[in-house]
């Protein structure tokens, strides 16, 4: 399916960072949303800390908030963490599972990101679902056979496209400065696409595959504009609010 066919989603992961003076700065992601109307949907996901107050200021402007990670279960004795439901309460409408920092301070497995998923649906939360390889798996010619087994066992069966989005980010590509070739997204994004609808059916063309991994305003022109790309997962340059609407300028 060709890039601009599906409404892209620019998605802004702020990671551990931002306190309650960071409002300023999400008022002014607010202020350049409006100009995205109908064009592309913008996401910040913040600290948990943040959710409730973003989630209030962004009510009526278009911005999503979501969470970025989630415990499998509704409630019970699990110290510090959080549950889908619980970030659904707070004002989220979705939430990022199984970010490569996550899989690797956290040990999550497949499995688990997978229940997670499972969590967001249940708590009628959008899940984003990161896959992507490691730099040594790339160079050993394995990205599309880690992402394919990634996909398989990340996914929970029967997903809408209005309850999941993919984002591939090649770990070694993550707040490095460094990106893959326009014609290795290409790659690995039309390969997505394919397990998607092989599973998935007809809502496998319609579920968005995010990019993610030092996106730019620089840089964004080049990779979002790419086959099968239906916007960004963006870290670094999301905690700056002329960085984050300059990457989703490309969409205007
Ligand atoms: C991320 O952590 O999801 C990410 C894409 O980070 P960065 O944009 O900083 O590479």
Request: charged share 20%; hydrophobic share 45%.
């Amino acid at each position: 399916m060709a890039a601009g066919s599906l409404i892209p989603l620019v998605a802004g992961n702020w990671k551990m960072n931002g306190l309650a003076a960071s409002r300023t700065e999400f008022a002014k992601v607010l202020a350049g949303a409006a100009e995205l109307t109908g064009k592309a949907e913008l996401m910040v996901c913040p600290p948990v800390t943040l959710i409730r107050d973003f989630a209030g200021a962004a009510r009526g402007s278009g911005v999503t908030i979501g969470g970025q990670d989630c415990h499998a279960d509704p409630s019970g004795a699990h110290t510090g963490d959080i549950s889908a439901e619980m970030l659904a309460d707070a004002g989220a409408g979705a939430v990022i599972v199984g970010h490569s920092e996550r899989r690797t301070d956290h040990q999550e497995t497949d499995a688990m990101v997978r229940a997670k998923a499972q969590a967001a649906f249940r708590a009628g939360l959008t899940a984003i679902v990161c896959v992507g390889e490691q730099r040594g798996q790339r160079e050993a010619r394995k990205t599309l056979e880690v992402v394919g087994a990634q996909l398989q066992g990340s996914l929970p069966d029967g997903a809408t496209a209005a309850q999941l989005v993919i984002a591939y980010e090649p770990v070694w590509a993550i707040g490095s400065g460094l990106t893959p070739t326009p014609a290795d997204v290409a790659e690995v994004h039309a390969f997505i696409r394919k397990r998607l609808s092989d599973r998935f059916s007809a809502a496998g063309g319609r579920i968005r595959i995010l990019y993610g991994g030092s996106v730019k305003p620089a840089n964004a022109g080049e990779l979002l504009t790419i086959s099968d790309v239906n916007g960004a997962l963006v870290g670094g340059a999301s905690l700056k609010a002329t960085d984050f609407l300059g990457i989703a300028a490309i969409y205007r």
